[in-house]
């Protein structure tokens, strides 16, 4: 039985990754030693988290006057990062389409009662469970206010946002965990852009951040570990960084880079995939997608639910044991989600399409 | 020609977990996945991480009222946790016996201009580039005092601290990062003691942190990734871990358990080690230990030196080109180190002594 990985993260990698991973696990290209126990000072590793950085840079196209910084806490700790870094006593406002939005809005409140700033809450859909992305009016923000935050793909609710909203000349910040290198951004467009790597780029334990340099602060902050100057002016060696998390994360570049041809053919296959499982839905009067607009559509994961909650969990039942995994919906959504990240095979859309029809033929 | 790996960390792996890690690339014991790529939430994880807490308490006695925690950010994170959670508006004292144990004391102080509470450098060896264990006098201590850091061992300097010192009954809080697992310590003489993982436990990128219940903060902090409590009420699956490196820290618990026997072996493994190379040192007219005491020796980082910086500068180059990795001792010490943690083979100790005698014969 194929085993398809339908986990909205850590999620599947490709499958080279994997194999380069096993083949030089006990010796990476002739240095007698594994990236597991190699110096984060040698010459070996030095390698390759310059050629990590420099393929990710090429992927997106990320401007000289923007920083690439490799570090741990998942975007999580991010969430703590960017106001006690940017807000600098100002207003910072969220905009707030789904759970890990409003995580990183609650976090920066939890800070504010430490470090003076102004968090304020944009806009959000919290009260549709998140079915779509919200607008707002920006003439409502504050010109002066430190930074616009908000989440590129909601990895949750299976929402995304594509073109940026306007704010009114503030400069935006990024949650882009889960669909970095999945959909086209123009790195100019962001103050700061974040990701955990446990999605499109490699395994849990490294996250990326992308920020413009006129952003990092001029004052120490209350620790080393969280400063971002600091990191930047190590080049993520600080402290010891997740060197193992690095190495993959730069063998799923490289992935992009030589066997997809880059960030655009990506996110073309990702609308590929993605388009199968909308038509399928759509065209269904089983299926329904929570999503409210096509617009809001994310590529990357796709909630669905059957007429009820039983046959919802039927279906995860049965899908788990024909090897469709993890693909139980979060509990705020309910039903299903299948997350489809890059390294996600056709083919499991395919056979997915297969399972849902004959389920609906049975179950209907 | 056979590589050792000297490396202060990350450091020699156990061929054992490698060979394990590299066959159970592809696929997790039937799972059709990788770990790499598993869900946090997956019923195989969970063993990984229960199993990887079980060992780790089994192997160091670690009593019921203490939580074991796997973080990320390294000891440095740690270093601004600590005082964050538990200074509780305090004095707290810092045995300053090493460099790392100076950036722990540096963070304190960086963070009380934000947080109040009192960081106080209880005593230092800095004036003689740390070459022994300051002592201070018990009385000295506010017995009302939040803690007493110290570093079990110093990594850069190759001193260690067996014998807990009189701490005027205040808790002790121990930075464990370079013996944990290689000497054996009384987990309820702490109050928390963390390691980060890179020497004896497993991959950059994952830390233990073993806390007593008790000193669990009862207030938020503000960070929900800073904050102990919240990490042990989710039994460090607050966000999501860094799965790989926990799981190859489990398979290193595995093999101090079940290769080795235990860490009382471990431990008698590795000053049968280390002493091979003390004695070596002190029959030796041409190098020379910089440790003052032979009570503060490490037993896993053994710094070295010859008659001359140049001849130390020869010494490091013929070593690596000889297959003895990563042997240049700190700038700040200088000379050479070999870093010998459990995983490091005694053959490769055998070896290096052949190479020092041959060394001596042809350059005294």
């Known amino acids: 039985m194929t085993i398809y990985n339908f986990s909205a993260g850590p999620a599947t990698l490709p499958k080279a990754v994997l194999e380069t991973a096993r083949d030089e696990m006990l010796d990476y290209q002739g240095s007698g030693m594994s990236v597991l126990e190699m110096s984060h000072r040698s010459p070996e590793f030095d390698k390759i988290i310059k050629d990590a950085e420099s393929t990710l840079r090429e992927l997106m196209a990320i ?106 000349g503030v400069p935006i910040v990024a949650d882009m965990s889960s669909n970095i290198l999945a959909a086209r951004y123009n790195v100019e467009d962001f103050a700061v852009i974040y990701a955990g790597a446990q999605k499109n780029i490699g395994p849990a334990g490294v996250t990326v951040v992308i920020i413009r ?25 600080y402290n010891t960084p997740p060197a193992y998390n690095i190495y993959i994360s730069k063998l799923v570049f490289d992935w992009v880079k030589n066997e997809i041809g880059g960030v655009d053919k990506m996110a073309e296959i990702e609308r590929e995939k993605s388009g199968l499982l909308y038509d399928f839905i759509e065209k269904s009067d089983f299926y329904t997608s929570p999503v409210k607009f096509a617009k809001d559509r994310s590529v990357c994961n796709i909630p669905f639910v059957t007429p009820s909650k039983d046959l919802d969990a039927k279906f995860a039942k049965e899908a788990d044991a024909a090897g469709f995994k993890n693909i139980k919906g979060h509990r705020s959504v309910g039903g299903m989600r299948a997350s489809i990240y890059n390294a996600f095979p056709r083919q499991g859309v395919l056979d997915l399409l297969d399972f849902m029809a004959k389920f609906e033929a049975e179950n209907k």
């Open 63 to 168: 401007p000289d006057n923007y920083k690439v910084l490799f570090l741990q806490g998942g975007a999580s700790l991010q969430f703590s990062m960017l106001p006690l870094n940017l807000a600098q006593g100002k207003k910072v406002y969220y905009l707030v389409a789904g759970s890990w939005g409003k995580k990183a809005y609650t976090e920066a409140v939890k800070l504010s009662k430490t470090i003076e700033f102004e968090p304020i809450l944009l806009a959000s859909s919290e009260d549709t469970v998140y079915d779509h992305i919200p607008s707002f009016d920006a003439a409502t923000i504050d010109p002066q206010a430190a930074y616009v935050h908000l989440t590129t793909n909601n990895t949750i609710e299976g929402t995304a946002i594509y073109d940026l909203p306007d704010t009114n």
């Open 213 to 237: 340099e006129d952003f990092l602060n001029d004052q120490p902050m209350l620790s080393s570990m969280l400063d971002y100057r600091i990191q930047a002016d190590n080049d993520s060696l």
